[in-house]
């Protein structure tokens, strides 16, 4: 029993050293993760106390409340108006922004003449990388009452020419559409991609059977990016309940607080702006213990369908 323990300890030491430049290569940003990502988890106890700036995590003065502020977030009165906008602006955003990159990556991988396939490509990666202040700033001038967005309505439609902007119907929609419209043609790098390494002697043998481009994509295209697609929608639907609140801040006015608070904006007005930390902390730490649920959830469902999971 003891030999083969000892021979896959020398195997593993024998891929440590095959892979030691892979390994050195990913060692900066492994420690960006912990530092960043990890290392500020432990400002989660403040969400079971009564926290003041200043004071110590632990020790003497620290007062312990346990699951209070728990219960005050899911019994408040808010609490229902969050749930719900953030569930239609995330669903919103799962249904369009998932679906609208590996759309586009079909279509892309259609286009024939290379010059314009690359135009095309560098032009739909170019919002991804404009400030998400700057992106607001332009849809702010173009919704607002005499804007360019507001005079093409009115003189196409007919609606009336004011600021959108205020419109609690019309939030949802300026939402998804700006977050679609400044994400997909990065979120499509992946897929673009995964579809070049199909081999492509599986659409010349279809081709030679008849198979027309659209039989080609569904039959071929797609079940080759499957596991791509489902490891991303596990993903997307964690972090359903984590909408762009930096988006959301920048457009949302009191008007429509009623269709665009969600829990980011409102952790950040109670949180940052209140000071009430613990409150807010608390609010996070249930929001994202219901993301991993929702992940472990998705990612078994995927597993047993897909036979694709993130573990």
């Known amino acids: 029993m003891g030999k083969p323990k000892k021979k896959k300890g020398k195997m593993s030491q024998a891929v440590v050293r095959e892979n030691i430049q892979l390994y050195l290569l990913m060692l900066p940003v492994f420690l960006l993760i912990i530092v960043f990502c990890y290392g500020p988890m432990f400002g989660l106890v403040i969400s079971f106390q009564d926290y003041m700036p200043g ?3 632990w020790g003497e003065g620290v007062e312990w409340v346990g699951l209070t502020h728990f219960k005050r977030f899911v019994e408040g009165k808010y609490f229902g108006r969050l749930i719900k906008n953030t569930l239609v602006l995330s669903g919103m955003n799962l249904l369009f922004g998932f679906t609208a990159p590996i759309l586009f990556a079909l279509l892309i ?17 170019m919002p991804y990388f404009i400030s998400t202040v700057v992106v607001a700033g332009m849809v702010i ?3 607002d009452q005499g804007g360019l967005i507001s005079n093409f ?16 119907p019309a939030f949802p929609a300026i939402y998804t559409i700006t977050n679609v419209w400044k994400g997909f043609g990065f979120g499509s790098i992946l897929y673009i991609s995964s579809i070049t390494s199909i081999d492509q ?11 027309n481009r659209g039989q080609q994509c569904w039959y071929i295209t797609l079940p080759g990016i499957k596991n791509i697609i489902a490891i991303n929608l596990i993903l997307a639907i964690g972090g359903i309940l984590g909408t762009n609140s930096d988006l959301i801040l920048l457009l949302y006015s009191p008007a429509t607080y009623d269709v665009a608070d969600v829990i980011g904006t409102y952790t950040y007005r109670i949180g940052i702006e209140g000071g009430q ?8 730490l249930f929001m994202s213990v219901i993301g991993f649920v929702l992940t472990y959830i998705a990612n078994k469902v995927s597993d047993k369908l897909t036979g694709f999971g993130l573990w």
């Open 55 to 57: 004071s110590p995590f």
């Open 109 to 125: 991988d259609q286009i024939k003449r290379l010059r314009f396939k690359k135009i095309a490509q560098t032009a739909s990666y």
């Open 141 to 143: 001038s173009f919704i």
């Open 153 to 168: 309505l009115s003189a196409v439609f007919g609606l009336p020419n004011q600021n959108w902007r205020d419109q609690a």
């Open 201 to 211: 002697s599986q659409y010349e043998s279809a081709r030679i059977d008849g198979a």
């Open 277 to 284: 930390y613990s409150y807010t902390t608390a609010a996070g």
